[in-house]
C-alpha cells in the first residue's frame, strides 16, 4: 500500500485517523467505503480528466500527471494519483486541501479549468475517498459486471425528450443508479442530442439512432426510432428482401417513399454505380427503344459483365488496400497489383478468395501481385489492423495501447490478431525495395507490448489458436473470416457496398462497426450479409440484389414528406460523381481524351493504376481523386469546393475539352441534321434524356446567334456554330443535373 | 576478385571517377540485341534481319546447334545485304531454344535466343494497336513481333464452340525486356480472361466467332528490346496447355545431378496431406508431385536406422518454375495413441556459392546467383524409428498452379559438384553497377577473368582443377582452381600479343577426384542478357549461355598486357619471398600515375596490394609468401587491376569513311556539271531532239539528287565514325597473364608440415 516516509506523515496519519472515526456523518449514510475502481475512476472519466486530450495523452499526460485512457488502467492511474511524487497528489489529514481536489475544483490554477464544483456530489466523494485513505479496492470487493440503460427501445417523435436511467450492477448482487455518472453520445448528432445527466432530446430529422452510453468500461445503447409519423398509402411493389426491409421501416416510421425513377434516370444512375460512366448514345437509345419489361435487370446484368465494372471497381479497392507510388520504380508493383484487383473483378473470384489472396500472399509481386499489399503494408500491427477496418468493419488501432473505449476489444484481443502475422517471412529480391513473401515455420506468437508476454493468435471474439509451426497462420485468419457464421466479414462488405450506391452506409462510418454503433435498418444489414454468404461471398450478387431493388430505383425526388429524410432510403441521395468517374464523363461528352503517363492514349481516368496520376492532373486532385494512404474510404473528398466550382467554369483542362479536334462541339456543328436533333444528341449524352420543347428553343437559340471573336469582328456561321456548341457544352457540364449522379 | 577490393581501391575509382563523368565502362564488346524473327519453324529457311552494339564488318550468323545455318541475305548485285541473314533450320533441328550470335569486327557477339518449334511462323509487319487492325492469326502458329510503347498489340482468331486452344506468349525466357500481359477478348475487345503473370490463356470458346488476343507490357514498355512471340495452339483433350520453350536461369546450372534418370522413378498419391494420410515409402526414393492445390503439404513415411545419413534434393525452381520448396523431417514417436513428433531438419534453399550484389548502394557481389530456393540437405538418423517427410511450397499458400511441379530425391550420400562461370563484373561510382553482357570476345594481348562457382553436393568438399579445351589459335585458359571447401575460383582466359582473329566453340569443366575417380563435370556459362548500364534503375537478367563461344581480335589490341617475364613455373619455398619480374605493354594513354594491383588464385587472394607506376615496362612483384601463408603446392595465380584509358573505337573506320565521303562529294561534283551541261543542252536542243534532250536532262538530275543523298549519308556516317574514334575515357578490369607457381617445402619445417596439395 502506501509508503509513508517521514515521521510528519505518520503524525498526520494518526491525526486524520482519530479524525474519521470521530466522524458521524457519511460513515453512518454508507457504510461501504468508497473504492477507487468503483467510485473514483467513474468521477475521472465523467469529468474529461482521463480523455485523450488531457491526463490520458499518449504518452506524456497533462503536465506530468498522467491517467490511462478512460481509465481502463485503473492500477496504474492509482499508483500516479496516490504514490507518485511522493504522495504530493493527495493529503489525508486535510482532504479539500489535496492537489488532486484543488486542481480538480480549479481551487490553483489548472490548465484543464474547473472539472467539479465543491458544492458537487463527485467533490464530495473525492473528499471522502482521501479522508477515508485512498483505498484501491482489494479482489473482494464487488466488480462492476453490467449496466443497463432504461429504455432500452423506444420510438420518440421528433423534437421530445427521455430521460434515461442507467443502472451499474455488481457481482454481489448490488446495484447503483449511476445515470448521472454515465456518459452519453449519439451516433448521428443531426438526429438527436444527448445531455450530460441522461437527458435525450431528438431532432427534426426521422429514423433511427442510438445514444452510445458508457461507463466505468461498459457500454449499452439506447436506442430511438423517430418516426414522422406520415401516411405511407403507396408503396412501390417489392423486387427483392432490400425492399422488404426497407419499406417495412418507412412505413414504421411513417415516411413515404417517392416514387421509382423513370427510365433515363435509371440508366445513368446505374451505368455510374457499376461502371463508373455515362450510358453512351447507342445504350441509352436502345433502353428506350425496348419493351422488355425485364429490361432493368438486363442493362444491370450487361453492365456486370462488361470490364467497366471489373476497372470502376478496381479503382475503389486498389486505392483503400494502398496500392501508391512513393518511388518510380514502384511502377511495376502498383500496375501488377491493380490489374490483379481488376482481373480478379472481372473473373468475378469469390470475395472471400481475393481477400484470402491478398492476406496469405506469398511469393514475388510479378508472379503473385497480391504480394505487393505486403510491400505497402508492413509491420505486422499495420496488417492487423488494415484487415480489420478494411475486411471486418473494426477499428482496432486504439487497442494497441488500451482497452477501446467504445469496444469490447482489449489489447490482449489487439496482440491476438497480430500474432496471425508473426510468421510472415521476407527475403530481399532483386529489385530494390521489394520483398518476396514466404511462410516463416515457427510457432505463430507475439508480444503483447504492454504485458510483455507473448500472445498466441486468436481471431476476434474467438478462443486462443494452437497454430502448428508449419501452417501458415495467416490461412486460419482467411479461413476464419470467410466462414459463413464469421459476424463481421459478410457485414462490413454489404455495408460497404451499400454505402457504394447509396451515399450513406446502413452503419456509418461504414467501417466501424460496433455494438455501439447500430445499423439504421439491422434487419437489412443482416439479410444482406446472409444473401452474400449464401451466395458464397459473389461480389456481384450484392451488387444485383441492391441495383435490382425498387429502393435503389426510387427517384431522387422527394415528395412532401420525405425530404428530411437522411437514413432511410426513402428517396435517392444524389452526389457529385467521383473525380475520375467526372473526368472520365467530361470526356465522353466533350469526345476529348485525357492522356495518362505510361498508359495507352484511351485509357479512361477510372483504370488508373496507382495515385500518381494525381500529382499530374489538378482535376483529379481538385475533385478528391485519393492517394491510398488509408484504408479508410474517407480519404476520397466527395465535399464540393469552390475550387472544383472554378476549375469546371475556367481551368485550361477542361476548356480544351471543349474544343476538342473532332470533339462533340466541332462534330455537331459539322453534323447535317436539323439543330433540334444536335441538342438532343447533346442532351442524350450528358444526361442520357430528350431535352424538352423549352430546353430545345433555348439551346437552338443560343446556337445559332451570330458571334464575333475577341477583336469583334463577326465569326463565319460555321465557327460560330461550334463555338455556340462549346459554350453550350460548357453550360451542360456545369450544371447539376451533369455533375450529380441522381 | 572484385568482391574483396579493398575499400581504400574502391576509394580510388571513386576519386577517378569523379572528374570523369562521362567516361566509358568497359571496352566496346560485340553484342547482339535483336534477331527478327526471333525463331523459326523446322525444315524452313526464314529471312532474319538483326540489330546490336560495337558491330561492324558483321560476316557470319551462327547458332548454338548446327541443324541451324545462316547466309548473309544477297542484294540483286549479289553484295551482302547489312545485317540480314538467310537462316535454314533442318527438319531434324532440336525444337527449343537456341543461342544465336554473329561474327564481326570485334569477334564473337554475346547471345540471342533462337527459338526452332514445330508451328508456323509469321512476323507482324504492320502496326496492330486497335480492334479493326487486330492482326489475323492463324491456329497453330507463332506470331513474332515487338512490343509499341504504351498500346496494346491486338490479334484475332476464329474460335470454334468447344474447341480449347492455348494463347502462350514467350517473353522473358526468350531474353526479352517484355513482361508480358495476355487478355483474351470478344470480338468487340471486351475482356474475357487474362493472365497478366507470365503464363499461358487455356481457353474453350463458349460460341464459334472471332475473338480477340491483346497483347502488353505490364507497365506498357515498348520499343526494339520488348519482342515476343505469340503462339496461338489448338489443345486436344484435357492435356496441359502446351508452353513455349525458355533459356535457363543460372539457378538451374546445379540441376539435374548427373546420371539422374529424365523422369522420377515414382509419384506422389493424394491424398497425403495430414500425417493419417502420410505415403509410405522406402528410402533412397525418387519422386515426382506437385504443389497443388493452395496450400498443398506432401507427406511421406519411411523407417530409417539409427547412424543412416540421407541426402535430400528437390527441384522446382531450378526447372523454371516460380516456388520456393521446404522439406521438414521429424523423428515419430508412439506412447500408446499418442503421437510425438520430433524435428529432425528443416531444409530450406541452396545457398548461392557467392554473396549476391544486393543491388544497393554499392557493389557487393556479382550479379548472378548460381543459389536457388529449392533444397539440398541432409538428415541424420539417431534412433531406429519411423520419420515423416514434408514437402511443400513456401510460396504456395494461396496459388493453385497445377503446373507447379517437384522432384524429390532421397539418395546416400553421392558426392559431385556442378559448375557455373561468369565475366567478373565491375563497379566505378557508387549505386552505378555496371552488369554489361560480356561475350568472350578478346582483343590480341587481352586477359580476362571469369569467377567459377561451384554447388557441391552430398558433403564433397575437395578441390576442383578447371580448365578450358576447344580455344581458337592465339587463346590459352588457365583455372584458377577452386581449393578444397571453397565455392570458387577463376579462369583467366588471355590471347597472345600477336594472335590473328579466330573464334571457335569452347568447353569449360572442373575436374575433381571423388572417391578415388576421376570426376569431369561440365561448367556452362553465363552471361546479362542485356547490357545494363545502371544496375539501380534496370534489373540485369542473367541466364546460362547454351555454350562457349570465343574468338579473338586483330582489329585492336587491348590497351595494356601484364605478363610475367619468362613463361616458366616460378619456384619458392614456403615463407621465402618470391620475386616474379612482370613485363607490361602499355598500348593506351592511362590515367593517374599508376595502377593497384591484387591478386586472384588460391593462396594469393591475401596479397598486399602495389603499385605498378603507370608507363613502368617492367615490374617486379613482390609475393611474401610468409604473409600469405602459402602452403606448399602448385599454384596458378593471376594479377588483376582496374585502369582508366583512352580508348578510340575503331579508329580504321575514319579514314575509309572520309574516303567514301570525298568520292561522295567528287560524284556530286560530277554529276552537278553533267546536269547542268545536260539542261544546258535541252535548252538549247531542237524540237525534234527536245524530249530525248529534257529526258536526259531529267535523268542526270535525278543522279545528282541520288549521289547528295549519299554524300549526306557519307557525311552523317563520317561524323559517327569519327566520334566513336576520339578518345573516350574508359576504364575496364585489367587481368594478367596466369602465373604458375610451384612452392616446395621450406626444408627445417619439413617433418611436421608434409607437403599438401
Known amino acids: ?742 | 576478385m572484385l568482391k574483396v577490393m579493398s575499400s581504400r581501391f574502391l576509394c580510388l575509382l571513386a576519386f577517378l571517377a569523379a572528374p570523369v563523368m562521362a567516361q566509358q565502362v568497359t571496352l566496346p564488346l560485340p553484342r547482339l540485341l535483336t534477331v527478327m524473327p526471333m525463331g523459326g519453324q523446322v525444315g524452313t529457311t526464314v529471312e532474319v534481319a538483326i540489330t546490336g552494339e560495337s558491330l561492324e564488318d558483321v560476316t557470319a550468323l551462327q547458332f548454338s546447334s548446327s541443324k541451324i545455318t545462316a547466309k548473309p541475305v544477297l542484294d540483286p548485285a549479289g553484295k551482302p545485304v547489312d545485317n540480314k541473314f538467310s537462316v535454314t533450320i533442318a527438319p531434324d533441328a532440336p525444337a527449343g531454344v537456341h543461342d544465336a550470335r554473329v561474327v564481326s569486327r570485334l569477334g564473337i557477339s554475346s547471345a540471342r535466343a533462337f527459338t526452332v518449334g514445330k508451328l508456323a511462323e509469321v512476323v507482324r509487319t504492320k502496326p496492330n494497336n486497335s480492334v479493326e487492325t487486330a492482326l489475323a492469326l492463324a491456329p497453330n502458329s507463332v506470331c513474332n513481333a515487338t512490343m509499341t510503347k504504351r498500346a496494346v498489340d491486338f490479334y484475332s482468331f476464329l474460335g470454334a464452340k468447344g474447341k480449347r486452344v492455348a494463347v502462350d506468349c514467350a517473353a522473358v525466357g526468350i531474353d526479352s525486356r517484355l513482361t508480358p500481359v495476355l487478355i483474351l477478348a470478344d470480338a468487340q475487345g471486351r475482356d474475357l480472361k487474362v493472365n497478366r503473370t507470365g503464363g499461358v490463356i487455356d481457353f474453350t470458346p463458349p460460341a464459334d466467332g472471332t475473338y480477340l488476343i491483346k497483347v502488353n507490357d505490364l507497365t506498357f514498355q515498348g520499343g526494339d528490346r520488348h519482342f515476343y512471340r505469340l503462339a496461338l495452339q489448338e489443345v486436344n483433350g484435357s492435356a496441359p496447355a502446351p508452353r513455349q520453350a525458355q533459356t535457363q536461369t543460372v539457378s538451374a546450372m546445379s540441376w539435374p545431378p548427373a546420371g539422374l534418370t529424365p523422369s522420377a522413378a515414382a509419384s506422389e498419391t493424394e491424398p497425403n496431406d495430414k500425417a493419417a494420410q502420410a505415403q509410405k515409402i522406402t528410402l533412397p526414393c525418387d519422386i515426382g508431385g506437385s504443389f497443388f492445390p493452395a496450400a498443398d503439404v506432401d507427406t511421406y513415411e519411411f523407417t530409417a536406422k539409427k547412424g543412416e545419413t540421407w541426402w535430400v534434393e528437390v527441384a522446382s525452381e531450378r526447372l523454371g518454375l516460380n516456388t520456393d520448396p521446404f522439406v521438414l523431417v521429424q523423428r515419430v514417436t508412439k506412447t500408446g495413441e499418442k503421437e510425438t513428433l520430433t524435428d529432425l531438419a528443416e531444409l530450406y534453399d541452396i545457398a548461392g556459392p557467392m554473396k549476391v550484389s544486393t543491388n544497393g548502394y554499392s557493389y557487393d557481389g556479382p550479379p548472378y546467383d548460381a543459389g536457388s530456393p529449392d533444397v539440398n540437405g541432409k538428415f541424420e538418423i539417431k534412433e531406429d524409428g519411423t520419420y515423416r517427410l514434408q514437402v511443400r511450397d513456401l510460396f504456395g499458400g494461396t496459388r493453385n498452379e497445377p503446373g507447379n511441379v517437384y522432384r524429390l530425391i532421397v539418395r546416400q550420400a553421392a558426392p559431385d559438384f556442378s559448375l557455373a562461370s561468369w565475366a567478373v563484373h565491375m563497379t566505378l561510382r557508387n549505386g552505378d553497377r555496371a552488369s554489361l553482357s560480356k561475350p568472350l570476345a578478346l582483343r590480341a594481348g587481352s586477359s580476362v577473368a571469369f569467377e567459377v562457382a561451384v554447388i557441391r553436393r552430398d558433403g564433397f568438399d575437395g578441390e576442383i582443377d578447371l580448365s578450358m579445351e576447344g580455344l581458337p589459335a592465339g587463346v590459352s585458359a588457365a583455372g584458377l582452381k577452386i581449393a578444397k571447401g571453397k565455392s570458387y575460383g577463376h579462369m583467366i582466359i588471355s590471347a597472345a600479343s600477336d594472335a590473328k582473329n579466330a573464334s571457335g566453340i569452347a568447353r569449360m569443366m572442373g575436374k575433381a577426384t571423388i572417391n578415388n575417380a576421376t570426376v569431369v563435370r561440365p561448367c556452362p556459362v553465363a552471361s546479362m542478357e542485356w547490357p545494363v548500364r545502371d544496375a539501380k534503375g534496370e534489373i540485369p537478367a542473367p541466364r546460362l549461355m547454351a555454350d562457349v563461344p570465343v574468338s579473338v581480335t586483330d582489329s585492336e589490341p587491348a590497351p595494356i598486357t601484364i605478363t610475367t617475364a619468362e613463361d616458366k613455373v616460378w619456384e619458392a619455398k614456403a615463407g621465402e619471398t618470391l620475386k616474379i619480374p612482370l613485363k607490361i605493354a602499355w598500348r593506351n594513354e592511362f590515367t593517374g600515375t599508376s595502377i593497384k594491383v591484387k591478386a586472384y588464385g588460391d593462396g594469393f587472394t591475401t596479397l598486399k596490394e602495389f603499385d605498378i607506376p603507370i608507363k613502368a615496362a617492367t615490374h617486379e612483384a613482390v609475393l611474401d609468401l610468409a604473409a600469405l601463408k602459402t602452403p606448399p603446392g602448385d599454384y596458378t595465380m593471376a594479377f588483376y587491376s582496374l585502369g582508366i584509358s583512352k580508348y578510340r573505337y575503331n579508329p580504321a573506320a575514319v579514314p575509309l569513311a572520309e574516303a567514301a565521303q570525298k568520292k561522295a562529294e567528287q560524284e556530286v561534283a560530277a554529276m552537278a556539271a553533267s546536269a547542268k551541261k545536260l539542261t544546258a543542252d535541252a535548252a538549247n536542243a531542237p524540237a525534234e531532239k527536245k524530249a530525248d534532250a529534257d529526258s536526259a536532262a531529267k535523268s542526270a538530275a535525278e543522279k545528282q539528287k541520288q549521289a547528295e543523298a549519299t554524300m549526306a549519308e557519307a557525311g552523317k556516317r563520317m561524323k559517327a565514325v569519327t566520334d566513336a574514334a576520339s578518345p573516350k575515357d574508359t576504364v575496364d578490369i585489367i587481368v594478367s597473364t596466369p602465373v604458375r607457381i610451384s612452392v616446395k617445402a621450406a626444408q627445417v619445417a619439413a617433418a611436421d608440415s608434409a607437403p599438401k596439395k
Open chain 1, 1 to 742: 500500500m502506501m509508503r509513508w516516509k517521514s515521521r510528519f506523515i505518520a503524525n498526520a496519519l494518526a491525526a486524520w485517523m482519530l479524525t474519521l472515526a470521530a466522524a458521524p456523518v457519511g460513515a453512518a449514510d454508507t457504510p461501504r467505503p468508497l473504492t477507487f475502481v468503483n467510485d473514483i475512476v467513474p468521477i475521472l472519466t465523467k469529468t474529461d480528466c482521463n480523455s485523450g486530450g488531457c491526463h490520458a495523452k499518449a504518452g506524456t499526460g497533462q503536465r506530468g500527471f498522467k491517467l490511462s485512457l478512460l481509465g481502463f488502467e485503473p492500477q496504474e492511474d492509482y499508483e500516479h494519483i496516490v504514490k507518485e511524487g511522493k504522495g504530493r497528489r493527495v493529503f489525508p489529514p486535510a482532504p479539500e486541501q489535496s492537489l488532486l481536489v484543488l486542481k480538480a475544483a480549479s481551487i490553483v490554477p489548472h490548465g484543464g479549468g474547473k472539472k467539479v464544483d465543491p458544492k458537487s456530489e463527485n467533490y464530495q466523494t473525492l473528499v471522502r475517498w482521501i479522508r477515508e485513505g485512498m483505498v484501491y479496492g482489494s479482489d473482494k470487493d464487488a466488480r462492476l459486471i453490467a449496466i443497463d440503460v432504461e429504455p432500452k427501445r423506444l420510438s420518440m417523435r421528433v423534437k421530445t425528450t427521455q430521460q434515461l436511467k442507467v443502472t451499474a450492477k455488481y457481482s454481489d448482487g448490488s446495484s447503483r443508479d449511476v445515470t448521472h455518472m454515465a456518459l452519453y453520445e449519439p451516433n448521428d448528432k443531426s438526429m438527436a442530442e444527448a445531455g450530460e445527466e441522461g437527458l435525450v432530446r431528438t431532432l427534426d430529422i426521422p429514423g433511427n439512432v442510438a445514444i452510445m452510453v458508457r461507463y466505468s468500461g461498459l457500454v449499452s445503447v439506447f436506442s430511438v426510432s423517430i418516426p414522422l409519423g406520415a401516411p405511407v398509402d403507396h408503396l412501390p411493389a417489392a423486387k427483392n428482401f432490400v425492399d422488404q426491409f426497407v419499406f417495412a421501416n418507412l412505413k414504421q416510421i411513417g415516411v413515404p417513399p417517392s416514387p421509382v425513377c423513370d427510365d433515363s434516370t435509371f440508366l445513368r444512375r446505374v451505368s455510374l454505380d457499376i461502371a463508373g460512366r455515362l450510358p453512351t448514345l447507342e445504350e441509352t437509345r436502345a433502353f428506350f427503344a425496348s419493351p422488355d419489361p425485364d429490361k432493368r435487370d438486363k442493362a444491370i446484368e450487361s453492365l456486370l459483365s462488361s470490364p467497366d465494372y471489373a476497372d470502376y471497381f478496381a479503382n475503389k479497392w486498389t486505392a483503400l488496400l494502398k496500392n501508391k507510388r512513393d518511388e518510380a520504380a514502384d511502377i511495376t508493383a502498383n500496375f501488377a497489383f491493380h490489374a490483379w484487383m481488376r482481373d480478379s473483378l472481372l473473373a468475378n473470384t469469390s470475395y472471400d478468395q481475393i481477400v484470402r489472396q491478398i492476406l496469405a500472399a506469398t511469393g514475388t509481386i510479378v508472379a503473385n501481385p497480391a504480394v505487393a499489399w505486403y510491400k505497402r503494408v508492413k509491420e505486422p500491427n499495420q496488417q492487423l489492423e488494415d484487415v480489420a477496418q478494411l475486411f471486418l468493419g473494426v477499428r482496432m488501432q486504439c487497442a494497441q495501447c488500451h482497452h477501446h473505449p467504445f469496444e469490447r476489444w482489449s489489447q490482449h484481443d489487439y496482440y491476438s490478431l497480430s500474432a496471425f502475422f508473426s510468421q510472415v517471412g521476407r527475403k530481399p529480391t532483386a529489385i530494390a525495395g521489394e520483398d518476396l513473401i514466404f511462410h516463416k515455420r515457427g510457432v505463430a506468437q507475439t508480444e503483447n507490448k504492454k504485458t510483455r508476454l507473448p500472445v498466441k493468435p486468436a481471431a476476434l471474439g474467438q478462443p486462443t489458436l494452437d497454430i502448428p509451426p508449419d501452417e501458415d497462420p495467416r490461412l486460419q485468419l482467411a479461413g476464419w473470416m470467410s466462414s459463413k457464421s464469421n459476424p463481421f466479414f459478410a457485414k462490413a462488405l454489404v455495408n460497404r457496398y451499400w454505402k457504394h450506391f447509396f451515399k450513406r452506409g446502413l452503419i456509418e462510418p461504414e467501417d466501424d462497426i460496433r455494438d455501439s454503433n447500430p445499423a439504421t435498418n439491422p434487419e437489412l444489414l443482416d439479410a444482406l450479409a446472409k444473401h452474400f454468404a449464401d451466395n458464397n461471398f459473389d461480389l456481384k450478387s450484392v451488387v444485383r440484389v441492391i441495383t435490382q431493388s425498387r429502393t435503389y430505383q426510387l427517384s431522387a425526388m422527394p415528395n412532401e414528406h420525405n425530404a428530411v429524410d437522411r437514413q432511410n432510403f426513402s428517396h435517392y441521395y444524389p452526389r457529385r460523381m467521383q473525380a475520375e468517374v467526372l473526368l472520365d464523363a467530361i470526356d465522353q461528352v466533350t469526345g476529348a481524351k485525357s492522356d495518362y503517363a505510361d498508359l495507352p492514349p484511351g485509357t479512361r481516368a477510372i483504370s488508373l493504376p496507382d495515385n500518381s496520376y494525381n500529382r499530374a492532373s489538378p482535376f483529379l486532385k481538385v475533385f478528391g481523386r485519393p492517394e491510398g494512404a488509408s484504408v479508410c474510404e474517407c480519404e476520397r473528398v466527395q465535399s464540393s469546393s469552390l475550387a472544383q466550382s472554378l476549375h469546371l467554369m475556367n481551368a485550361a483542362d477542361v476548356k480544351a475539352k471543349l474544343a476538342a479536334s473532332n470533339g462533340r462541339a466541332e462534330s455537331l456543328a459539322r453534323a447535317e441534321m436539323p439543330e433540334p436533333k444536335r441538342i438532343r444528341d447533346l442532351y442524350l449524352a450528358a444526361f442520357s434524356r430528350e431535352p424538352d420543347a423549352e430546353e430545345i428553343r433555348i439551346g437552338e437559340t443560343f446556337v445559332v446567334k451570330p458571334r464575333t471573336d475577341a477583336k469583334g469582328k463577326p465569326l463565319d456561321t460555321q465557327r460560330a456554330k461550334r463555338q455556340g456548341y462549346e459554350d453550350l457544352l460548357w453550360a451542360i457540364i456545369n450544371t447539376k443535373e451533369f455533375l450529380y449522379n441522381h
